[in-house]
């Protein structure tokens, strides 16, 4: 979980106002931002609080005022995906995709005719909009913009961020402080404390050296339900909370068929009841990939789509389809197993990482619980940041398979570890959070046979 620097939120009274209205007063406010003197603009965005629709308007609003402007994304799945948004949302805006010599467009690129690839800036000079991994970005040797926007702020590493900020004079930076920081394969010890520590968040640092930047918070999710938001805001954004877009009762999730009083069924049910349901296992300590709470992950995926269920919202009515489902899993070896435990009943579900599905969007998911069957709490798997984005990627409904004893684990495993001087304190607490969203599930738990 992503520490906070020391700039104070702008905040706007928006707790009494109809969420369209509050989402809209904040946006206004980052908009009046970017026209003022501030070198850096900040917004937090909770899990689908309309993020990447920010980036899109923000990218047409400074286009449309003359100004050539530079997007930085995290990953190629990122740029692919604001080129898409920006060509579909505004046809006029012309747009460059700085990509690396071995990258093959993507059908979402190539849909776009008018969208130059190309690999060197020179090309795309007469762009008024070019966008491009932070990573490409950090190997030109020239060139500069007015403007940037920085997307997923809080995944980018501060090191990164000094690798690119000369060639931009101002720039917004928008970003999910709940999703998981930025990680490394080496030892990061040795930096801890230090003002330009590479491993703290690019926002962090931004803000530790510029306190006066205005920060703003997006207030709806519009991807969660009524049911997820309040537990998911209680959990991982104690001090800056969110909340639903829809009001109770206003999504529903049925199935067409009728379920044959499986343990199966009942977590599905209670899913589609309540939007959450925990299938628990008998406590035991496994090994990672435990073949009892694998094959219970899938077959809770493909039972869901045997009944053949169907979402109402305010988006109007439709079948789930295998592609509005997926699993996640902490682990990439559990990812394998699981995808091979679907079988061919299970084409079309995805199955990966926190990691890898962060930023995307599903009707229903069904989560593998981080610390199942575990017999330590080690800091990859308390980080409140993995089990935010395992829990937050659902429309409807979120099952959660773990095996029991997870609360008792936490408790026998205090926090191990170091406290470095001039280190802000990371929040929420993972022992605190995981204790947050299991305390909920336990209302929802459905004991396996």
């Known amino acids: 979980m992503t520490e906070r620097g020391t700039s104070p939120l702008f905040p706007v009274a928006t707790d009494g106002l109809d969420p369209s209205v509050a989402a809209t007063k904040v946006v206004e406010e980052v908009m009046a931002d970017l026209a003022g003197a501030h070198r850096g603009v900040v917004v937090d965005s909770p899990p689908g609080a309309g993020k990447s629709t920010l980036v899109v308007r923000a990218a047409a609003h400074l286009a449309a005022a003359g100004e050539r402007l530079m997007i930085v994304a995290q990953t190629n799945e990122q740029v692919d995906d604001l080129i898409d948004r920006i060509a579909v949302k505004h046809p006029g805006v012309t747009l460059g995709r700085l990509s690396a010599s071995g990258y093959a467009p993507s059908e979402r690129v190539l849909a776009h005719p008018a969208v130059r690839v190309a690999q060197k ?6 762009r ?10 950090a190997t030109l040797p020239d060139g500069s913009w007015p403007w940037a926007i920085v997307d997923e702020a809080y995944q980018m590493r501060s090191d990164m961020l000094l690798r690119i900020a000369g060639r931009f004079e101002r720039a917004l930076f928008v970003g999910d402080p709940g999703q998981l920081d930025p990680f490394s394969t080496v030892e990061v010890e040795r930096w801890a404390g ?13 803000l530790a050296h510029n306190p006066g930047l205005p920060v703003h918070r997006l207030p709806v999710s519009w991807r969660l339900p009524a049911s997820a938001a309040p537990v ?20 529903r999730l049925e199935y067409g068929a009728r379920g044959m009083g499986t343990t ?13 349901a925990l299938y628990e296992l008998p406590a035991r300590h496994t090994l990672r990939t435990d073949a009892e709470a694998v094959q219970a992950t899938a077959a809770l995926a493909v039972r869901l789509l045997q ?11 439709g079948p789930v389809g295998a592609d509005r489902v997926a699993i996640g899993a902490a682990h990439r070896d559990q990812v ?31 989560v593998l619980h981080p610390l199942s069957g575990r017999r330590d709490a080690t800091a990859f798997h308390l980080e409140s940041g993995r089990l935010c984005v395992l829990t937050s990627r659902h429309r409807h409904a979120c099952v959660v398979v773990a095996r029991a004893g997870i609360p008792e684990l936490l408790d026998a495993h205090p926090s191990t570890e170091p406290v470095h001087l001039g280190v802000p304190v990371k929040f929420p607490d993972g022992w605190e959070a995981n204790q947050s969203v299991l305390a909920h599930l336990a209302e929802h738990r459905v004991q396996a046979d």
Do not use: C
């Open 121 to 126: 800036a020179d090309d795309l000079a007469e």
């Open 128 to 137: 008024t909009v070019v966008i491009a991994t932070a990573a490409k970005w």
């Open 194 to 206: 230090l003002s330009w520590d590479p491993m703290r968040s690019a926002v962090s640092v931004l």
């Open 232 to 251: 998911v805001s209680q959990a991982f954004y104690p001090f800056t909370g969110f909340r639903a877009g829809t009001r109770p009762g206003e999504r």
């Open 264 to 276: 199966y069924d009942r977590a599905l049910e209670e899913a589609a009841s309540s939007g959450w």
């Open 307 to 317: 009944r053949g269920p169907v979402t109402h919202s305010e988006l109007g009515s």
């Open 336 to 366: 394998t197993a699981i995808r091979a435990a679907l079988g061919p009943h299970g084409t079309g579900i995805t199955v990966d990482t926190a990691n890898r599905l962060q930023g995307r969007e599903y009707d229903v998911t069904v």
